[in-house]
C-alpha cells in the first residue's frame, strides 16, 4: 500500500504561482509512475501532468501545458508540480496518483490516489 501526501495549494490571485508537492510512503518509489490530477466541484477529474518512474517521460494536459512543470525527486519520494500564469478555471483539488512505470495521463493506470489539496485562484 502506498500512502500520498499532497501539500502546497492555497489561495492565490490570477497570474499567481502555487508549487504543490506529493511525499509518497514507499521504498520503491523509483519504480512507479506519478501523475496529478484535478477535480472541480460540478465537474468530472481531469488529468494535468504525469512522469514516468525514471523522469525520462513528461506529459501535460493541453489545459495546462506552457503554464505547469511535473517533476520528481526519487531520493525524497516526491513529486512535485510548478503551477504558474494561475487562471480561476485552474480552481481545483489537485490530486496526487501512483501507478503503472509510464502510466501517462490514463487514470485508470493509477492505482494510488492523495486525499487532494485545495486550489483556489481568485479574480
Known amino acids: 500500500q502506498v500512502q500520498l501526501l499532497e501539500s502546497g495549494g492555497g489561495l492565490v490571485e490570477v497570474g499567481g504561482s502555487l508549487r504543490l508537492s506529493c511525499t509518497a510512503s514507499?521504498?520503491?518509489?523509483?519504480?512507479?509512475?506519478m501523475g496529478w490530477f484535478r477535480q472541480a466541484p460540478g465537474k468530472e477529474r481531469e488529468s494535468v501532468a504525469a512522469?514516468?518512474?525514471?523522469?525520462?517521460?513528461?506529459w501535460y494536459a493541453d489545459a495546462v501545458k506552457g503554464r505547469v512543470t511535473i517533476s520528481r525527486d526519487n531520493a525524497k519520494n516526491t513529486v512535485y508540480l510548478q503551477m504558474s500564469s494561475l487562471k480561476p478555471e485552474d480552481t481545483a483539488s489537485y490530486y496526487c496518483a501512483a501507478g503503472e512505470f509510464s502510466a501517462g495521463l490514463d487514470s485508470q493506470r493509477y492505482h494510488y490516489w492523495g486525499q487532494g489539496t485545495q486550489v483556489t485562484v481568485s479574480s
Open positions: 512522469i514516468s518512474f525514471t523522469g525520462g517521460n513528461i
Open positions: 514507499t521504498l520503491t518509489f523509483n519504480t512507479y509512475g
